[in-house]
């Protein structure tokens, strides 16, 4: 891997933290609002209404997705997975729902949807950041392997 910025690694990883805890937050934000607020039952109902295909399918799919996936990804845990499957999610909602010609959310836009999959996206492919579930469970089963990506890491990474 390298460093595409001069920013020093522990600003990398607490920039990185900061993006996992805001999309974590958005995501759990929908998810409970499927949940709870308009249930799984309804949130079926209105995939149905949308024309969703296999809405018994997709809404506790995207329910929980979202409600656990943003857990995760603030957490840092298993992230590329839950990266891809958040993203998956979104591009569905995109495809289906929100890919209409005005990108403005409040008009039933794209907006939102494409920068939230972007951000799962980016996570996914880049990892959560040192300050980690993920990192803390890998780093032990690594071992010299971990330190010699940390070295090559290092050499493409301007001074901190």
Do not use: C
Request: charged fraction near 15%; proline fraction near 6%; hydrophobic fraction near 55%.
């Amino acid at each position: 891997m390298y460093a595409t910025t001069g920013f020093p690694t522990i600003a990398r990883d607490i920039i990185t933290v900061l993006a996992r805890i805001a999309l974590g937050v958005i995501f759990i934000a929908h998810g409970w609002q499927k949940f709870n607020e308009w249930t799984v039952s309804g949130t079926t109902q209105s995939f149905a209404q949308m024309g969703v295909p296999l809405p018994d399918i997709a809404a506790p799919f995207a329910t929980f997705v979202e409600l656990i996936g943003g857990a995760l990804l603030i957490l840092g845990a298993l992230t590329p997975i839950v990266g891809i499957l958040l993203a998956a999610n979104l591009i569905g909602a995109l495809v289906i729902v929100h890919l209409v010609p005005v990108p403005f959310v409040d008009q039933g836009g794209w907006e939102l949807v494409a920068a939230l999959a972007a951000g799962a996206l980016l996570l996914a492919a880049m990892g959560p950041g040192r300050f980690s579930v993920d990192r803390f469970l890998l780093k032990g089963k690594k071992g010299k392997k971990a330190t010699k990506s940390e070295e090559s890491d290092a050499q493409f990474t301007p001074a901190n």
